[in-house]
């Protein structure tokens, strides 16, 4: 049996050691609830806020300013949803993109069901945000701005400052929410400074447990819970706390950002020595990713090839890899993202994303290339005919 090769990082993470260490060990010894008034549970209690202020200094923020969630997807919903019902009088018209993850659009969807209106912004060839379209979207009536950082399938980087320079310039009282899910941990990102009034990040996109997430809210905006309860999170999100998955976040936190330039690089010379070897080696490639996205995404396409089949054929030989956002995979549909950049059914169907991570070796990339050197003959459609 071949040895793993995981380069499918943009759906998750291995969890660091030390963070399955740390999440072991609160599990076992500190099992009280963060609500309980005896010593356990205020032991419980403080892990939870050295977590706060962990993720609170990786944002320059304050640690009244990061709220815990289940995940990408509830944050994502809490800060949309939220921010609404919380600020019903600003307006019922919401600008995004047509790229943003399943969390925001099937929110924004639903919300045109009740009485919104809801502005999908294009992008260009590459996913980049038509910066002029937005300008001109901006009207009286918009409450909300929500924009994705860095797109989970191609890797672009979104201009999130331009847009907040053009809000401002407009003058108009716009919330900006950002998905930073696949920046956050591997971009230095204040949001402060960004001009970002509330953004979402998650723990298991940066080498944490699953199942934690949270949302920065600057500190003068209002926002409105979506779960009532026992009032934990400062009654912005109920339910009693996953404590370790929230400890192990930060520890991954820390982690993250003590490496991140390492990180980064290694994972940029990994990015390009795939594409290289992709051009020179296998040709016929149609490179969908940006030069200058993400070094940690690189999607791409293959010609006559049905990307389903090659996924599968990667795994007998232990090389695992995506055709798309892992939280729409198993619909069946071609990617929204694919669709929305202009390509192909040909193109889409062909789409591969590999994703790095600082687990990957230049071994890995090798032996992934010799794989794809002697799967894709054997799969090839022939004649280049309708897939």
Do not use: W
Not at 284 to 295: D, G, K
Not at 321 to 335: L, Q
Request: aromatic share 6%.
């Amino acid at each position: 049996m071949n040895r793993e090769i995981y380069l499918d990082n943009s759906a998750t993470t291995k969890p660091y050691q030390r963070v399955v260490d740390a999440v072991n060990d609160i599990n076992i010894n500190v099992y009280g609830n963060p609500s309980s008034l005896h010593k356990k549970g205020i032991e419980a209690e403080k892990h939870i806020k050295r977590s706060k202020e962990i993720i609170a200094m990786t944002l320059g923020a304050k640690r009244d300013e990061v709220y815990f969630t289940s995940g990408g997807t509830e944050a994502n919903n809490l800060a949309i949803l939220g921010y609404l019902a919380g600020n019903p009088r600003k307006g019922k018209h919401i600008i995004t993109s047509k790229i943003e993850h399943p969390s925001v659009i099937e929110v924004f969807n639903y919300l045109s069901s009740q009485g919104y209106k809801i502005d999908f912004l294009d992008v260009d060839r590459y996913g980049v945000l038509n910066i002029n379209g937005l300008k001109d979207k901006i009207c009286k009536d918009t409450s909300l701005i929500s924009i994705i950082y860095v797109n989970n399938e191609t890797g672009t980087i979104e201009p999130i400052d331009e847009v907040a320079k053009i809000k401002n310039s407009i003058g108009k009282d716009v919330v900006i929410h950002v998905d930073a899910v696949q920046a956050y941990g591997k971009m230095n990102i204040n949001p402060k400074k960004y001009g970002i009034d509330i953004m979402t990040i998650s723990s298991h996109k940066i080498h944490g447990p699953k199942g934690v997430g949270a949302l920065y809210i600057n500190k003068d905006v209002r926002i409105k819970p979506i779960l009532f309860g026992g009032g934990q999170e400062s009654s912005i999100r109920s339910g009693t706390e996953n404590v370790s998955g929230i400890y192990g976040f930060g520890v991954a936190a820390q982690i993250a950002f003590e490496s991140m330039e390492k990180n980064t690089k290694a994972c940029y010379g990994l990015r390009e020595l795939l594409l290289n070897k992709l051009l020179s080696d296998i040709g016929e490639v149609e490179i969908i990713s940006p030069t200058n996205s993400s070094p940690y995404i690189l999607n791409v396409s293959f010609k006559n090839i049905k990307s389903e089949v090659l996924l599968h054929h990667l795994e007998e030989k232990n090389i695992f890899v995506s055709t798309g956002a892992a939280c729409s995979s198993k619909k069946n549909v071609h990617s929204h993202v694919l669709k929305a950049l202009g390509l192909s059914p040909d193109i889409i169907e062909g789409a591969i994303r590999f994703s790095f991570s600082s687990n990957n070796t230049v071994e890995d990339i090798e032996e992934t290339i010799n794989a794809l050197k002697d799967i894709i003959p054997k799969i090839k459609i022939k004649g280049g005919g309708k897939r």
